[in-house]
């Protein structure tokens, strides 16, 4: 878990996504991220947690659906949804926090 703020902790946005491997939707959004992570390059990190590998930080942040989407800054969460959501909704809120 302390691994965690220091992944937070940073000066540009970080979206997270808690995904599983077996998980239809979550799957679905691994290219959708590799779009947001090439039109972002580093002002933004973008990093997938599985929830199978990582469900004592999922439980602590009561990550319930799939995929489940969070956006922080200087270690504070800024946004947060659990489903889908397409390449340019996600860059949009990115650049809010650059």
Excluded: C
């Excluded at 039109?39 to 933004?44: I, Q």
């Excluded at 319930?64 to 947060?80: H, N, V």
Aim: aromatic share 8%.
């Amino acid at each position: 878990m302390s691994k965690f703020g220091e992944l937070i902790d940073l000066q540009v946005p970080v979206l997270l996504e808690f995904y599983t491997d077996w998980h239809e939707a979550s799957t679905a959004m691994h290219p959708v991220l590799k779009d947001v992570a090439a039109a972002l390059g580093d002002k933004a990190r973008i990093i997938k947690i599985d929830v199978d590998k990582n469900s004592e930080l999922a439980e602590a942040l009561r990550v319930k659906g799939l995929p489940t989407l969070m956006i922080y800054k200087e270690g504070e969460m800024k946004w947060r949804q659990s489903g889908e959501q397409d390449a340019n909704t996600l860059i949009g809120l990115i650049k809010e926090y650059i």
